[in-house]
């Protein structure tokens, strides 16, 4: 059976390694880094993306199952997905358990953060005792996106320090869900700089629900990678080996 999973850059691997974690299947990683950042366009315009890449991918790939491996669309247009595409939404059900002082922040792209789909979803997925604290998250994203999460340690705990430290103290925020694929990467440099945060990673739910889609497919024995970008393939194949990710990277054209 094929999975394919797809973002507008690296923040898929994130989803891919967990799904790899719980079955065994065939996936197809496609990286749109020619529409990236999907968390800087406007509702509109991911729209037509989403929607011309979906039906490239159905065409060409025929796959089972679909993983819009991307928080911002899959908020953005969260009543118009296809029903064999599964979306990645902030993992907020029963998340006041988890929390000491009610105060939640969700890291999210720009576009998320100014959108109202991302309220109705807070409203629909949590009780008014919490109180969640939006925060674009964008400039990190690019930390991932770019390689310098891997290459500028130093660099990127400063942008995190800029970015988070004095909402999180003014706040007292004590839990965190990564609303971008991108963040997981930076997870490590996060705990670091904030020891008492829980971080959430949807990965795990979104590869549960891989899992159990593919529970009748028994004839895949191992895992298999294929990967496509819609960018540079020579590009990218040299930030995947820095992660230690060899596979050919082809060429996607939408």
């Known amino acids: 059976m094929s999975v394919v999973v797809f973002d507008s850059g690296l923040g898929s691997l994130s989803i891919i390694k967990e799904i790899q974690k719980k079955t065994k299947c065939e996936i197809i990683y496609i990286a749109d880094q020619k529409n990236f950042p999907y968390g800087k366009k406007s509702s509109e315009e991911l729209s037509r993306i989403i929607k011309k890449t979906l039906e490239k991918i159905n065409r060409k790939f025929k796959p089972k199952i679909i993983v819009l491996a991307s928080n911002t669309p899959s908020l953005l247009l969260r009543n118009k997905i296809p029903k064999n595409v599964i979306n990645v939404l902030p993992p907020l059900k029963n998340i ?3 929390s000491k002082t009610n105060n939640i922040a969700i ?8 959108s109202s789909a991302i ?8 009780s008014k005792k919490i109180k ?11 930390l991932v996106e770019n390689g310098k999460f891997l290459s500028k340690p130093n660099y990127v705990k400063k942008i995190i320090r800029k ?4 909402i999180f103290q003014t706040n007292h925020i004590d839990v965190a869900t990564l609303s971008s694929t991108h963040l997981p990467f930076l997870l490590k440099f996060l705990k670091e700089e904030f020891p008492n945060v829980i ?6 739910n979104i590869s549960e629900k891989v899992a159990k889609r593919n529970l009748k497919n028994t004839t895949i024995k191992r895992n298999k990678l294929t990967i496509f970008t819609t960018g540079n393939p020579e590009k990218f194949q040299e930030n995947l080996i820095k992660i230690g990710i060899k596979n050919k990277v082809n060429s996607f054209s939408l």
């Open 96 to 98: 006041e358990k988890l």
């Open 163 to 166: 970015n988070l430290r004095k």
């Open 119 to 126: 309220n109705n979803y807070i409203k629909e997925n949590t």
């Open 132 to 142: 969640i604290l939006k925060i674009n998250a964008s400039p990190l994203v690019e």
């Open 199 to 204: 971080f959430l990673d949807p990965a795990n």
């Open 107 to 114: 890291l999210a792209t720009q576009s998320v953060v100014n």
